[in-house]
T-cell receptor
Framework: KQEVTQIPAALSVPEGENLVLNCSFTDSAIYNLQWFRQDPGKGLTSLLLIQSSQREQTSGRLNASLDKSSGRSTLYIAASQPGDSATYLCAVGPASKLTFGTGTRLQVTL | ETGVTQTPRHLVMGMTNKKSLKCEQHLGHNAMYWYKQSAKKPLELMFVYSLEERVENNSVPSRFSPECPNSSHLFLHLHTLQPEDSALYLC??????????????FGPGTRLTVL
């Protein structure tokens, strides 16, 4: 059974810092890995999707990497802003059976 | 807006009530999902529908009854719930089930409280 772990559970950084969120999974036979953002009491928004054959994806200040052999992914956020404050969730696919981690709650302070 | 809407946004019900949650997607997708999100726990996949056929039921108690009348609408009928069923219920849709690039689009959720 696939298990997804995210470390740290919570993180507080001052505005402008670069930061890395970690995700690990136990079964490397995945279709893809996705990073989502969730604001308090809201639904999830997809940030980046990395197919199993890819190593990384970038969108603006976000960069996600995937190392299937070690069962790890990282989400790098450059020049963090208060608007980045949210919970970030990692999930491994396929779409029919996404397995989620418990998330990292990020707080970016002024 | 994600193109997936859910109503109601908040619901308080007693253990003997019957209520329904509604989800509608405006994205032309073929697959729809129900998830349960409880505090401190990962999202739990409850049900998966593809082209209006249920393809996944993750050992969900029978007090939760899904219905998918067409590819745009998904319901979750609730009856005789327990307090531990209190959670955020999220609906999602995707273009298909197995594509390598298919992502899920989520609605804002229904916050359910069972008294």
């Amino acid at each position: 059974k696939q298990e997804v772990t995210q470390i740290p559970a919570a993180l507080s950084v001052p505005e402008g810092e670069n930061l890395v969120l970690n995700c690990s999974f136990t079964d490397s036979a995945i279709y893809n890995l996705q990073w989502f953002r969730q604001d308090p009491g809201k639904g999830l928004t997809s940030l980046l999707l990395i197919q199993s054959s890819q190593r990384e994806q970038t969108s603006g200040r976000l960069n996600a990497s995937l190392d299937k052999s070690s069962g790890r992914s990282t989400l790098y956020i450059a020049a963090s802003q208060p608007g980045d404050s949210a919970t970030y969730l990692c999930a491994v696919g396929p779409a029919s059976k996404l397995t989620f981690g418990t998330g990292t709650r990020l707080q970016v302070t002024l | 807006e994600t193109g997936v809407t859910q109503t109601p946004r908040h619901l308080v019900m007693g253990m003997t009530n019957k209520k329904s949650l509604k989800c509608e997607q405006h994205l032309g997708h073929n697959a729809m999902y129900w998830y349960k999100q409880s505090a401190k726990k990962p999202l739990e996949l409850m049900f998966v529908y593809s082209l209006e056929e249920r393809v996944e039921n993750n050992s969900v108690p029978s007090r939760f009854s899904p219905e998918c009348p067409n590819s745009s609408h998904l319901f979750l009928h609730l009856h005789t719930l327990q307090p531990e069923d209190s959670a955020l219920y999220l609906c999602a849709s995707s273009r298909s089930l197995a594509g390598f690039t298919d992502t899920q689009y989520f609605g804002p959720g229904t916050r359910l409280t069972v008294l």
